[in-house]
């Protein structure tokens, strides 16, 4: 059973910037892909960005590319979420979520384990 444990969320003005943190228990991080999600207020959950586990590959949403890095360290068993020129529709609850797979993966459906999530307020 791997438990994860976000941080890092908080309220910050637009054009501001936080950094998530994801820290994951048990010894096979280094093994498992990793994703970020969002989910706003009356809305569905959206994927935000993920990792494979080497921390060489990575993918975003169109709407945090060019905003927002993904990054692991695999000695702390940590996946991180920088967040870059935020903005108030960046406003939600920040999930990270793991999989045991060497591949890459942008649904919701096919992880495994979900942390408890960490709010994310920005103001206009």
């Known amino acids: 059973q791997v438990q994860l444990v976000e941080s890092g969320g908080g309220l910050v003005q637009a054009g501001g910037s936080l950094r998530l943190s994801c820290t994951a228990s048990g010894r096979t991080f280094n093994r498992y892909a990793m994703g970020w999600f969002r989910q706003a207020p009356g809305k569905e959950r959206e994927f935000v960005a993920a990792?494979?586990?080497?921390?060489?590959?990575?993918y975003y949403v169109d709407s945090v590319k060019g905003r927002s890095t993904i990054s692991r360290d695999n000695a702390k068993n940590t996946v991180y979420l920088q967040m870059n020129s935020l903005k108030p529709e960046d406003t939600a609850v920040y999930y990270c979520a793991g999989k045991a797979t060497d591949g890459l993966i942008t649904s919701g459906d096919y992880y495994d384990y979900w942390g408890q999530g960490t709010q994310v307020t920005v103001s206009s």
């Open positions: 990792i494979n586990w080497s921390g060489g590959t990575t």
